[in-house]
């Protein structure tokens, strides 16, 4: 049986077990990583609704977002993770940013060549972030000792979810501060009408893109010059497998990849939906631009519970943190499947707060014990974040079928395999509690 108790993989601690952290200022380096892909992440949410209303989407079509964006992943997640092997994380993490940079100066010719490059353009910036991804996590579990791991990875997602906060509330002025037309109504311009159209709104990206790509291009070179320590797992750590499989030998990492793809796309597709569903009449009829400030609050429940749970999961199982969160997103779900007005909207704003913990939690989890095999651990975890890809995918092609508000039971039902990971690794902590 696989250890797995509640700390997360234990490598270098024998060196960072200390009162003080010497690695306090390589954190707050990594931790500017963390709001970056979190404010990049979470633009899409504000572009979806406005390219599907430009190209006149169905919202599959417009899922096609997500599927680019966080397809990437899992393209992407294993030769990012042979490429950090070989390079190193701090070089591996310059590379990322590089790559993203440079997918943010493609929005630039994409707001001119139409839909299809606006998504290749998505594919090359999440391709970038998913090096820093597989750079960047297993970083922060050995920046420190590794009983805190959870706690200190949960801290840097604090970080993340400043960015996810901020990006729709900025995204709506900057990108939907102009009324849209409709769909009947661009239909009754000319065909040249609809094209200069469709090619105004889409400049809108322009500026806000090219910003961003000037931003992490001279992260990317702070980076560089940054003297960060050299980190590197002590094959020691690995506890005892049958010898086959490398890190697929350990059952609560294929667990935990399965929990990380639902969560991510859980997370993902809730949001994706949001500026639309709060458009609906009976929800709360809010323009595209006005609802672009309640994701900012549904990002925001995420950062606050973040902070929370870096306190908390000191002292609580994560497991037990992870099953009760997951418990609190369904049933909030339901009230905003099942419900209208103002309840309706705020039970699905409320998720993010439930979202909190989840991700740094489930992936510490996995990690633990993994010694030798954490990065192939965490490039297989970064592969499961193809979950934003294929649930919102999932949701889109039942918002068009059985109605926007019903499709929301797709995530409901990704989080309860999430509370069934929690318990399970509860219950096992018990055991272990118990044994010693």
């Not at 390079?87 to 440079?102: C, R």
């Not at 929800?283 to 994701?295: C, E, K």
């Amino acid at each position: 049986m696989h250890n797995t108790a509640q700390t997360p993989p234990p490598a270098a601690a024998t060196a960072l077990d200390s009162e003080h952290n010497p690695h306090t200022g390589a954190l707050v380096i990594v931790t500017i990583l963390f709001f970056m892909w979190g404010l990049l992440t979470s633009l899409n949410d504000v572009l979806i609704p406005h390219l599907k209303s430009i190209y006149t989407l169905t919202y599959l079509q417009a899922m096609l977002v997500q599927f680019c964006f966080f397809g990437a992943y899992f393209i992407v997640s294993l030769p990012a993770g042979a490429l950090i092997r070989r390079i190193g994380y701090q070089n591996g993490a310059v590379t990322g940013l590089m790559i993203a940079a440079a997918g943010c100066a493609l929005f630039y010719p994409a707001s001119q060549g139409g839909y299809g490059l606006f998504l290749f353009a998505f594919f090359i910036l999440a391709s970038g972030i998913t090096i820093l991804q597989v750079a960047a996590n297993p970083y922060v579990t050995v920046l420190g000792p590794a009983r805190t791991a959870s706690s200190r990875l949960t801290l840097t997602q604090a970080f993340n979810s400043l960015g996810t906060t901020v990006a729709p509330a900025l995204g709506g002025i900057l990108i939907l501060s102009a009324a849209t037309l409709g769909a009947d109504q661009l239909a009754a311009l000319s065909a040249a009408d609809q094209a200069a159209y469709r090619a105004k709104e889409a400049a809108a990206v322009q500026g806000p893109y090219l910003g961003l790509a000037a931003a992490l291009a001279i992260l990317a070179v702070l980076f560089a010059v940054a003297k960060l320590p050299k980190i590197s797992h002590d094959d020691s750590t690995t506890v005892a497998t049958d010898g086959k499989g490398g890190a697929l030998a350990y059952r609560h990492l294929v667990l935990g990849t399965l929990a990380i793809f639902l969560y991510v796309g859980a997370e993902v597709s809730i949001g994706s939906f949001l500026i639309n569903f709060l458009g609906e009449s009976h929800i709360a009829g809010l323009s595209h631009a006005d609802g672009a400030h309640y994701v900012s609050l549904y990002w925001g429940g995420a950062l606050v519970g973040r902070f929370i749970g870096f306190a908390v999961m000191r002292y609580v199982s994560p497991g037990k943190s992870l099953a009760v969160t997951a418990l609190g997103a369904i049933l909030l779900v339901l009230l905003a499947t099942f419900t209208s007005g103002s309840l309706a909207m705020w039970a699905i704003l409320a998720v993010g707060l439930c979202n909190s913990i989840m991700f740094p939690t489930i992936f510490s989890m996995a990690l633990h014990g993994l010694g030798k095999y954490t990065g192939q651990g965490s490039g297989i975890l970064c592969m499961a974040i193809v979950g934003g890809a294929i649930v919102p995918f999932v949701q889109g092609m039942f918002a068009d079928t059985i109605g926007l508000q019903p499709s929301f039971l797709v995530p409901a039902a990704c989080y309860l395999f999430i509370m069934y990971f929690g318990v399970k690794y509860a219950n096992l902590h018990r055991q272990k509690v118990a044994a010693e």
